[in-house]
């Protein structure tokens, strides 16, 4: 009973997340108080990334909720943190367009492992979500030639991909990447979860004197 009574109240706080404004750890969005600290976190970024392949080409998406990547080691936090700080206007100007109290980032990014070149579609990601289907709100190119959808072999392309946040990363969400759909966010739950409180704990035992 204890276990399921913790599960359930960890996806409601997750979900609660879901809908924070993202990039919103400032002075003028602080975070909530039962948002796990930053910089104790240890998961690599493909632990909490949804990747699929289509032929030569690697797409890999993750959430950048504040939730989810401070469960990521310092140095890969820092660098997802800083990408969502230094697109903060265009996400806000995103939300404020649609009329939504916040929006739902996600990093995607396209690599090219095969011969030649390699396309894509860069608006091409879906997400299925509480019975829900959810398109991109918007695209915010990370790169030069993004919108060409062509990709040189052994090169990346990435962008921001903005949702509506109703998306809800506390459940399974089937994520469709370049017509491909993957179920496998529902096997990053319970690791993010398990790092969560990880975290607490190692913020707790620096805390000591």
């Not at 980032?105 to 690599?111: E, I, M, Q």
Request: aromatic share 6%.
């Amino acid at each position: 009973m204890a276990l399921t009574c913790r599960r359930t109240a960890v996806l409601a706080v997750a979900a609660l997340v879901a809908a924070m404004p993202v990039g919103a750890q400032d002075a003028s969005h602080p975070a909530p108080a039962d948002t796990i600290p930053a910089g104790f976190g240890s998961l690599r970024r493909d632990e909490v990334a949804v990747s699929v392949q289509v032929q030569g080409l690697t797409i890999r998406a993750i959430p950048l909720d504040e939730q989810v990547i401070r469960t990521l080691a310092p140095d890969a936090y820092r660098a997802l943190h800083a990408l969502v700080a230094s697109r903060s206007r265009a996400l806000e100007g995103i939300r404020s367009r649609t009329g939504l109290a916040a929006v739902q980032a996600w990093h995607v990014a396209f690599f090219n492992a095969q011969q030649g070149e390699a396309r894509y579609d860069p608006r091409g990601m879906q997400l299925r979500s509480g019975g829900r289907d959810f398109r991109p709100l918007d695209v915010i190119a990370l790169v030069a030639g993004y919108d060409d959808g062509r990709l040189a072999q052994g090169r990346t392309a990435d962008a921001i991909f903005v949702f509506d946040p109703a998306v809800q990363l506390g459940q399974p969400v089937t994520v469709t990447l370049a017509g491909v759909a993957t179920d496998a966010w529902a096997d990053v739950i319970p690791r993010v979860e398990r790092e969560r409180s990880a975290v607490w704990s190692r913020a707790a035992a620096a805390r000591k004197p």
